[in-house]
Antibody, heavy 120, light 110 residues
């Protein structure tokens, strides 16, 4: 069974950065892209961006451009999402999700989520 | 404000059939396929329906999806108590060059 295991909860101060990891297993890591989706408390899902695990190409949602960086380490099948200049409204659960399909994509497996709390 | 519009809540009694709507525009649901996700409190979303009406392996055939024009629907027949969850629709948006989600629908089984 495909597994995406994320790093643990984080508490950060406003202005700081956070880096969340997502370790994939039981499939060929470089055959599927990874997206990051976040969910603020009591709110809906918000797509942050996508990274190709094959060549490292990225596509960030406009809202996060300049503040987010997504990377991968193919040697450990791990994807990373770093968000900088954190604000209180960045408090959310951050999910990584495997991107399936080519032209028509969907998120077929999700990590368990990482709670990031931004508070002074 | 979500790009795709869903009713905030839906309800039904066990055994009943319920539908959840998802409305978008020509740049998303009108020109691309729709996916649906199920999320229980405190857990990650799970893919329920992809490409409008395809079920991943393991999803009961009580769940079905359809799309017409710029609107999509998720139908759940033979409603069960364990179906009580939040449901989200999602589609690629050509204008935004990324996927967009609905605001989610909380389904209550009475």
């Amino acid at each position: 069974q495909v597994q995406l295991v994320q790093s643990g909860a984080e508490v950060k101060k406003p202005g700081a950065s956070v880096k969340v990891s997502c370790n994939a297993s039981v499939y060929t890591f470089t055959s599927y892209g990874i997206s990051w989706v976040r969910q603020a408390p009591g709110q809906g899902l918000e797509w942050m961006g996508w990274i190709s695990t094959y060549n490292g190409n990225t596509n960030y949602a406009q809202k996060f451009q300049g503040r987010v960086t997504m990377t991968t380490d193919t040697s450990t099948s791990t994807a990373y999402m770093e968000l900088r200049s954190l604000r209180s409204d960045d408090t959310a659960v951050y999910y990584c999700a495997r991107v399936s399909g080519a032209v028509v994509v969907y998120f077929d497996y999700w990590g368990q989520g990482t709670l990031v709390t931004v508070s002074s | 404000q979500s790009v795709l519009t869903q009713p905030p809540s839906a309800s039904g009694t066990p055994g009943q059939r319920v539908t959840i709507s998802c409305s978008g525009s020509s740049s998303n649901t009108g020109s691309n396929t729709v996916n649906w996700y199920q999320q229980f409190p405190g857990t990650a979303p799970k893919l329920l329906i992809y490409r409008n009406n395809q079920r991943p392996s393991g999803v009961p055939d009580r769940f079905s999806g359809s799309k017409s024009g710029t609107s999509a629907s998720l139908a759940i027949s033979g409603l069960q108590s364990e179906d009580e969850a939040d449901y989200y629709c999602e589609a690629w948006d050509d204008s935004l060059s990324g996927p967009v989600f609905g605001g989610g629908t909380r389904l209550t089984v009475l």
